[in-house]
Protein backbone atom coordinates (compact mmCIF):
# COMPACT_ATOMS: atom_id res chain seq x y z
CA UNK A 1 0.00 0.00 0.00
CA UNK A 2 1.31 3.20 -1.07
CA UNK A 3 2.07 5.73 2.38
CA UNK A 4 0.38 8.86 2.41
CA UNK A 5 3.55 11.01 1.27
CA UNK A 6 3.49 8.90 -2.33
CA UNK A 7 -0.07 9.56 -2.72
CA UNK A 8 0.96 13.14 -1.99
CA UNK A 9 3.71 12.72 -4.60
CA UNK A 10 1.29 11.13 -7.16
CA UNK A 11 -0.94 13.90 -6.62
CA UNK A 12 1.12 16.88 -6.77
CA UNK A 13 2.46 14.97 -10.51
CA UNK A 14 -1.20 14.91 -11.64
CA UNK A 15 -1.66 18.37 -11.06
CA UNK A 16 1.73 19.35 -12.86
CA UNK A 17 0.43 17.12 -15.75
CA UNK A 18 -1.99 19.51 -16.81
CA UNK A 19 0.48 22.12 -18.08
CA UNK A 20 1.07 20.18 -21.00
CA UNK A 21 -2.92 20.32 -21.82
CA UNK A 22 -2.40 22.60 -24.60
CA UNK A 23 -0.22 20.37 -26.63
CA UNK A 24 -2.70 17.88 -27.16
CA UNK A 25 -4.57 17.33 -30.48
CA UNK A 26 -6.07 14.22 -32.08
CA UNK A 27 -7.53 14.49 -35.57
CA UNK A 28 -9.48 11.29 -34.32
CA UNK A 29 -12.26 13.46 -32.65
CA UNK A 30 -14.86 15.64 -33.92
CA UNK A 31 -12.90 18.52 -32.11
CA UNK A 32 -9.53 17.58 -32.69
CA UNK A 33 -8.63 21.00 -30.64
CA UNK A 34 -10.69 21.04 -27.53
CA UNK A 35 -12.18 17.16 -26.55
CA UNK A 36 -8.55 15.59 -26.42
CA UNK A 37 -7.54 18.73 -24.02
CA UNK A 38 -10.81 18.62 -22.30
CA UNK A 39 -10.60 14.79 -21.31
CA UNK A 40 -6.85 14.84 -20.81
CA UNK A 41 -7.37 17.63 -17.76
CA UNK A 42 -10.36 16.16 -16.43
CA UNK A 43 -9.47 13.25 -16.24
CA UNK A 44 -6.20 14.43 -14.67
CA UNK A 45 -8.03 16.46 -11.70
CA UNK A 46 -10.79 13.65 -11.05
CA UNK A 47 -7.82 11.05 -10.75
CA UNK A 48 -6.60 13.53 -7.90
CA UNK A 49 -9.84 14.46 -6.08
CA UNK A 50 -10.23 10.83 -5.65
CA UNK A 51 -6.58 10.43 -4.42
CA UNK A 52 -6.70 13.29 -1.99
CA UNK A 53 -10.07 11.87 -0.73
CA UNK A 54 -8.85 8.31 -0.18
CA UNK A 55 -5.59 9.82 1.06
CA UNK A 56 -7.98 12.15 3.81
CA UNK A 57 -9.97 9.05 5.20
CA UNK A 58 -7.02 6.78 5.22
CA UNK A 59 -4.71 8.57 7.11
CA UNK A 60 -6.92 10.67 8.83
CA UNK A 61 -4.78 10.85 11.80
CA UNK A 62 -1.02 11.28 10.21
CA UNK A 63 0.26 14.20 11.49
CA UNK A 64 1.20 15.29 7.72
CA UNK A 65 -2.58 15.19 7.33
CA UNK A 66 -3.24 17.13 9.81
CA UNK A 67 -1.16 19.79 8.70
CA UNK A 68 -2.48 19.93 5.30
CA UNK A 69 -6.06 20.14 7.04
CA UNK A 70 -4.88 23.19 8.88
CA UNK A 71 -3.71 24.59 5.41
CA UNK A 72 -7.04 23.83 3.76
CA UNK A 73 -8.85 25.74 6.71
CA UNK A 74 -7.03 28.74 6.17
CA UNK A 75 -7.27 28.84 2.61
CA UNK A 76 -10.96 28.74 3.36
CA UNK A 77 -10.35 32.25 4.95
CA UNK A 78 -8.61 33.56 2.14
CA UNK A 79 -10.26 36.87 1.17
CA UNK A 80 -9.39 35.99 -2.81
CA UNK A 81 -10.44 32.38 -2.48
CA UNK A 82 -13.78 33.11 -0.95
CA UNK A 83 -14.57 35.61 -3.61
CA UNK A 84 -13.54 32.95 -6.19
CA UNK A 85 -16.23 30.58 -4.24
CA UNK A 86 -18.80 32.90 -4.35
CA UNK A 87 -18.42 32.97 -8.35
CA UNK A 88 -18.57 29.14 -8.53
CA UNK A 89 -22.07 29.18 -6.09
CA UNK A 90 -23.01 32.19 -8.77
CA UNK A 91 -22.72 29.60 -11.53
CA UNK A 92 -24.47 26.98 -9.99
CA UNK A 93 -27.56 29.52 -9.32
CA UNK A 94 -27.34 30.37 -12.74
CA UNK A 95 -27.33 26.75 -14.17
CA UNK A 96 -30.29 25.81 -11.68
CA UNK A 97 -32.13 29.27 -13.48
CA UNK A 98 -30.96 28.56 -17.46
CA UNK A 99 -33.03 27.84 -20.18
CA UNK A 100 -31.51 24.52 -20.53
CA UNK A 101 -29.89 23.62 -16.97
CA UNK A 102 -28.39 20.25 -18.87
CA UNK A 103 -26.71 22.24 -21.07
CA UNK A 104 -25.61 25.30 -18.31
CA UNK A 105 -24.29 22.62 -16.33
CA UNK A 106 -22.59 19.85 -18.55
CA UNK A 107 -21.53 22.14 -21.39
CA UNK A 108 -20.83 20.30 -24.65
CA UNK A 109 -18.56 18.96 -26.62
CA UNK A 110 -17.33 21.80 -28.51
CA UNK A 111 -16.25 24.36 -25.78
CA UNK A 112 -15.91 22.19 -22.46
CA UNK A 113 -17.27 24.47 -20.62
CA UNK A 114 -20.11 24.66 -18.12
CA UNK A 115 -20.52 24.92 -14.49
CA UNK A 116 -19.17 20.79 -14.73
CA UNK A 117 -16.06 22.25 -16.59
CA UNK A 118 -15.59 24.85 -14.28
CA UNK A 119 -15.17 22.73 -11.01
CA UNK A 120 -12.36 21.01 -12.62
CA UNK A 121 -10.74 23.72 -12.69
CA UNK A 122 -11.86 25.34 -8.89
CA UNK A 123 -10.43 21.77 -7.81
CA UNK A 124 -7.08 22.52 -9.68
CA UNK A 125 -7.41 25.94 -7.39
CA UNK A 126 -7.64 24.41 -4.27
CA UNK A 127 -5.18 21.35 -4.90
CA UNK A 128 -2.77 23.45 -6.14
CA UNK A 129 -3.37 25.93 -3.49
CA UNK A 130 -3.04 23.08 -0.71
CA UNK A 131 -0.35 20.92 -1.56
CA UNK A 132 2.10 22.73 -3.90
CA UNK A 133 5.47 23.78 -2.95
CA UNK A 134 7.97 26.02 -4.08
CA UNK A 135 9.64 23.72 -6.42
CA UNK A 136 6.12 22.24 -7.44
CA UNK A 137 5.13 25.66 -8.84
CA UNK A 138 8.13 25.83 -10.31
CA UNK A 139 8.35 22.72 -11.91
CA UNK A 140 4.70 23.59 -13.15
CA UNK A 141 5.66 27.22 -14.94
CA UNK A 142 8.75 25.63 -16.34
CA UNK A 143 6.53 23.28 -18.05
CA UNK A 144 4.16 25.87 -18.97
CA UNK A 145 6.95 27.83 -20.59
CA UNK A 146 7.97 25.10 -22.57
CA UNK A 147 4.51 24.24 -23.83
CA UNK A 148 4.29 28.02 -24.63
CA UNK A 149 7.56 28.28 -26.52
CA UNK A 150 6.48 24.92 -28.58
CA UNK A 151 3.44 26.92 -29.56
CA UNK A 152 5.32 29.59 -30.65
CA UNK A 153 7.48 28.34 -33.04
CA UNK A 154 4.62 25.82 -34.53
CA UNK A 155 3.04 29.30 -34.97
CA UNK A 156 5.81 30.64 -37.07
CA UNK A 157 5.94 26.97 -39.00
CA UNK A 158 2.45 28.12 -39.90
CA UNK A 159 3.30 31.52 -40.57
CA UNK A 160 5.89 31.18 -42.86
CA UNK A 161 5.59 28.23 -44.34
CA UNK A 162 8.05 25.96 -43.01
CA UNK A 163 7.13 22.15 -44.32
CA UNK A 164 11.04 20.57 -44.04
CA UNK A 165 9.93 18.98 -41.06
CA UNK A 166 7.29 15.31 -41.26
CA UNK A 167 5.20 17.04 -38.90
CA UNK A 168 4.19 20.03 -40.97
CA UNK A 169 1.84 22.53 -39.99
CA UNK A 170 -0.88 24.00 -43.11
CA UNK A 171 0.34 28.13 -43.87
CA UNK A 172 -1.83 30.29 -42.00
CA UNK A 173 -1.73 34.31 -41.86
CA UNK A 174 -3.51 33.80 -38.23
CA UNK A 175 -1.46 31.00 -36.87
CA UNK A 176 -3.45 29.07 -34.19
CA UNK A 177 -0.92 26.52 -33.67
CA UNK A 178 -2.26 23.66 -31.53
CA UNK A 179 -5.15 25.64 -29.74
CA UNK A 180 -7.06 25.73 -33.14
CA UNK A 181 -7.58 29.45 -32.88
CA UNK A 182 -5.88 32.50 -32.96
CA UNK A 183 -7.43 34.47 -30.91
CA UNK A 184 -7.42 31.50 -27.87
CA UNK A 185 -3.59 31.43 -28.94
CA UNK A 186 -3.24 34.99 -28.52
CA UNK A 187 -4.66 34.84 -24.99
CA UNK A 188 -3.03 31.95 -23.80
CA UNK A 189 0.25 33.31 -24.69
CA UNK A 190 -0.65 36.06 -22.52
CA UNK A 191 -0.75 34.17 -19.04
CA UNK A 192 2.18 32.35 -20.79
CA UNK A 193 4.13 36.03 -20.88
CA UNK A 194 3.01 36.22 -16.87
CA UNK A 195 4.25 33.38 -15.94
CA UNK A 196 7.60 34.00 -17.33
CA UNK A 197 7.47 37.02 -15.23
CA UNK A 198 6.26 35.20 -12.35
CA UNK A 199 8.49 32.57 -12.71
CA UNK A 200 11.54 35.12 -13.26
CA UNK A 201 10.48 37.06 -9.85
CA UNK A 202 10.38 33.83 -7.69
CA UNK A 203 13.57 32.42 -8.73
CA UNK A 204 15.22 35.74 -8.06
CA UNK A 205 13.75 36.14 -4.90
CA UNK A 206 14.24 32.72 -3.92
CA UNK A 207 10.21 32.73 -2.58
CA UNK A 208 6.54 32.71 -3.48
Known amino acids: ?????????VVRWLLIGTAFTPLLVSNRTIFPFVFPKIVYFRILIEIAVFLCVV???????DRSMQELRATFFRML???????????????????FFADNTYRAFWGDIERG???????????????????????????????????????IVYSFFEYFNWRFLLFAPLVKARPEALIGNPA?????????GMFAALYYYVAERKTF
Open 184 to 192: FLATHLIFI
Open 1 to 9: MLKGASILK
Open 77 to 95: VNPLFIAISLFLVSLFVSA
Open 55 to 61: LMIAYWR
Open 113 to 151: EGVFGIVHAYAFLVLAAALFEKKNWARYFQISLIAGAIL
